[in-house]
């Protein structure tokens, strides 16, 4: 690859750190108050318990109402792996872009431990990774867990003059804030997510989504988005798992559970509801969205062969699924699950192996359902 002539000599990357301080200046409080109550909300909260995964969803979050931003990036070490990993994402981020477990910007910050702005023209490497992202400009702060860095938050801009100093003082009390919560946390990552994983299908726990789904309906608020819900049911399955044995029916469970996580994109949830249900939840898709989902699910399951008992013994099976939407379809966490679960009795009543959606049920059909 060609250096261009402007970029061979490369600022160093200690060029890019910003002065941070741990009070703010009188003119940056009267001038970003808004900012600054985005984080004393963040520091209410921090003695809340919730999910590793949760807590940096909610970092960034709050990382878009102080800074906006076109794409956002937060590594985060895992114990599992031992490496930083990409755990949440904005936009449209390119895995191969930005790297699965670190890029030159996480490097950087976790080198120096503040803050950097970084803008493209000034680093032969900080521009390969800006061009990647489709970025002009880049506003990264550390994740600190007992003093330490333990991953980066990084904020990608179209623009060159994207972020500023004060973005970036910001940002760094907003991670001081974070610092306690994030340490408690990743301390009990590996607890939460035995707690949440169903130990059967490897999929999330009904206490897993029951929590994702009132948070992500309170981002939709905010972001003024839809949200989907897509609840699922194997047809006859008990009968099934009667003929066949309960070891064959776990394996069933488990073979259905993979072809429902198969293709789903990294936002969306998908969670064992109880016994042979299923629940999806699909951020910012609307209803028509939903519907290619759950008609694409429901392909997948009758179109798979099922093997039980052995090789030469091969079951076809089919799931009914229904689909509801936030907020035309309700207004309230329990209203939507309701919703869903109607459409789902419908189409188990109208034959199985379909997909329902909530809007096209008559008003009896609903009130029967609930």
Same mark, same amino acid.
């Given at each position: 690859?060609?250096?261009?002539?402007?970029?061979?000599?490369?600022?160093?990357?200690?060029?890019?750190?910003?002065?941070?301080?741990?009070?703010?200046?009188?003119?940056?409080?009267?001038?970003?108050?808004?900012?600054?109550?985005?984080?004393?909300?963040?520091?209410?909260?921090?003695?809340?318990?919730?999910?590793?995964?949760?807590?940096?969803?909610?970092?960034?979050?709050?990382?878009?109402?102080?800074?906006?931003?076109?794409?956002?990036?937060?590594?985060?070490?895992?114990?599992?792996?031992?490496?930083?990993?990409?755990?949440?994402?904005?936009?449209?981020?390119?895995?191969?872009?930005?790297?699965?477990?670190?890029?030159?910007?996480?490097?950087?910050?976790?080198?120096?431990?503040?803050?950097?702005?970084?803008?493209?023209?000034?680093?032969?490497?900080?521009?390969?990774?800006?061009?990647?992202?489709?970025?002009?400009?880049?506003?990264?702060?550390?994740?600190?867990?007992?003093?330490?860095?333990?991953?980066?938050?990084?904020?990608?801009?179209?623009?060159?003059? *994207?972020?500023?100093?004060?973005?970036?003082? +910001?940002?760094? &009390? $907003?991670?001081?804030?974070?610092? /306690?919560?994030?340490? %408690?946390?990743?301390?009990?990552?590996?607890?939460?997510?035995?707690?949440?994983?169903?130990?059967?299908?490897?999929?999330?726990?009904?206490?897993?989504?029951?929590?994702?789904?009132?948070?992500?309906?309170?981002?939709?608020?905010?972001?003024?988005?839809?949200?989907?819900?897509?609840?699922?049911?194997?047809?006859?399955?008990?009968?099934?798992?009667?003929?066949?044995?309960?070891?064959?029916?776990?394996?069933?469970?488990?073979?259905?559970?993979?072809?429902?996580?198969?293709?789903?994109?990294?936002?969306?949830?998908?969670?064992?509801?109880?016994?042979?249900?299923?629940?999806?939840?699909?951020?910012?898709?609307?209803?028509?969205?939903?519907?290619?989902?759950?008609?694409?699910?429901?392909?997948?399951?009758?179109?798979?062969?099922?093997?039980? *008992?052995?090789?030469?013994?091969?079951?076809? +099976?089919?799931? &009914? $699924?229904?689909?509801?939407?936030? /907020?035309?379809?309700? %207004?309230?966490?329990?209203?939507?699950?309701?919703?869903?679960?109607?459409?789902?009795?419908?189409?188990?009543?109208?034959?199985?192996?379909?997909?329902?959606?909530?809007?096209?049920?008559?008003?009896?059909?609903?009130?029967?359902?609930?």
């Amino acid at each position: 690859m060609s250096i261009q002539p402007e970029l061979q000599e490369s600022c160093p990357p200690d060029h890019f750190v910003v002065q941070v301080f741990s009070e703010m200046g009188e003119t940056t409080i009267q001038r970003r108050w808004r900012e600054i109550n985005t984080i004393l909300r963040l520091s209410m909260l921090s003695g809340l318990p919730m999910q590793l995964e949760t807590a940096l969803n909610m970092l960034c979050d709050f990382a878009m109402e102080i800074a906006p931003y076109d794409k956002a990036a937060l590594y985060f070490w895992e114990d599992s792996a031992e490496q930083v990993s990409l755990r949440v994402s904005r936009g449209e981020v390119l895995v191969d872009g930005v790297l699965q477990h670190g890029n030159i910007f996480h490097f950087w910050v976790s080198k120096f431990g503040r803050p950097m702005l970084i803008a493209r023209g000034a680093n032969v490497q900080a521009d390969a990774l800006l061009n990647a992202m489709e970025a002009a400009s880049a506003l990264v702060v550390p994740l600190l867990v007992s003093n330490r860095t333990m991953g980066s938050m990084q904020l990608f801009s179209g623009s060159r003059e *994207g972020f500023r100093a004060e973005d970036a003082q +910001l940002l760094w &009390s $907003l991670a001081l804030v974070a610092e /306690s919560l994030l340490t %408690r946390e990743q301390a009990n990552e590996g607890l939460l997510t035995f707690a949440f994983t169903d130990y059967l299908t490897g999929l999330k726990t009904r206490g897993y989504f029951e929590q994702q789904l009132e948070l992500e309906i309170k981002r939709c608020e905010r972001k003024k988005t839809s949200l989907a819900l897509i609840m699922i049911d194997i047809d006859f399955f008990k009968p099934f798992n009667d003929n066949y044995g309960h070891h064959v029916g776990d394996q069933i469970l488990r073979d259905v559970a993979a072809l429902l996580t198969k293709d789903m994109r990294e936002v969306d949830t998908v969670a064992r509801y109880g016994g042979e249900e299923f629940v999806i939840i699909l951020p910012e898709t609307n209803s028509s969205g939903a519907l290619h989902v759950a008609e694409r699910l429901r392909h997948s399951v009758e179109q798979a062969k099922f093997f039980v *008992g052995g090789p030469g013994t091969v079951e076809h +099976l089919t799931i &009914s $699924l229904g689909t509801a939407i936030y /907020s035309t379809d309700a %207004r309230f966490k329990r209203e939507l699950i309701q919703a869903a679960d109607a459409a789902l009795y419908a189409a188990k009543s109208r034959g199985r192996n379909q997909v329902v959606v909530h809007s096209d049920l008559s008003l009896e059909q609903r009130q029967k359902a609930v």
